[in-house]
């Protein structure tokens, strides 16, 4: 399978801490991207890593990519109660010319105040 | 705003029903896509279109027909539906298809409630 597979499925932490997900993946790939997910709502893009890549930063966000272990790794810093939502990584493929993102099945993330 | 428009956000139809999604880009993009979000399952891609032209069908059922009439607006024509087709239905657009590098933008979904 393609998929990218994220962990915890579930994390809850306090207003300030840093929060980690981490998503893993079986083929190779052109970029893994992050998206997040409030109740009720779309997917909205966070970042967007190249394969070459193997670290990129972005406000209160810090992604991690290793493609030996075929990981990658979201980091916020400071977590404040708007973070609270779900969080899904994405691989980025070029199938017969296309590009295709494969989704996990996301991190929920509770921000405690 | 996320330049992505779905309408309407809730639908809930009977099985015999017929019922069409809309989707409408503001971003100017090529490309645009349907997905199905359900409960504990991966978000799973439907249909691709790209310049109009339909690039990919998932082995989608024939219960749902998509239609591009240009690079703007996409619809999901949704026909004789089971239960378990109750679902967040996504619209995203991207660019270019071509590109891999590029991340795609959602529209706020239709949530699908299927009686």
């Known amino acids: 399978s393609q998929q990218g597979e994220e962990d915890p499925q579930a994390l809850s932490i306090q207003e300030g801490e840093n929060a980690t997900m981490n998503c893993s993946y079986k083929t190779s790939i052109n970029n893994l991207q992050w998206y997040r997910q409030n109740s009720g709502r779309g997917l909205v893009h966070l970042i967007l890593i190249r394969s070459n890549e193997r670290e990129k930063h972005s406000g209160r966000l810090r992604v991690t990519l290793d493609t030996s272990k075929k990981s990658s790794s979201l980091l916020i810093t400071a977590s404040r109660a708007a973070d609270t939502a779900s969080y899904f990584c994405a691989t980025g493929h070029l199938v017969g010319g296309a590009q295709k993102l494969v989704f996990g099945q996301g991190t929920r993330l509770t921000i405690n105040p | ?115």
Request: charged share 15%; aromatic share 10%.
């Open chain 2, 1 to 115: 705003e996320t330049g992505v428009t779905q309408t309407p956000r809730h639908l809930v139809m009977g099985m015999t029903n017929k019922k069409s999604l809309k989707c409408e880009q503001h971003l100017g993009h090529n490309a645009m896509y349907w997905y199905k979000q359900s409960a504990k399952k991966p978000l799973e891609l439907m249909f691709v279109y790209n310049f109009k032209e339909q690039t990919e069908n998932n082995s989608v059922p024939s219960r749902f027909s998509p239609e591009c009439p240009n690079s703007s607006h996409l619809f999901l024509h949704l026909h004789t539906l089971q239960p378990e087709d109750s679902a967040l239905y996504l619209c995203a657009s991207s660019p270019y298809l071509t590109n891999s590098n590029q991340p795609q933008h959602f529209g706020d979904g239709t949530r699908l409630s299927i009686l």
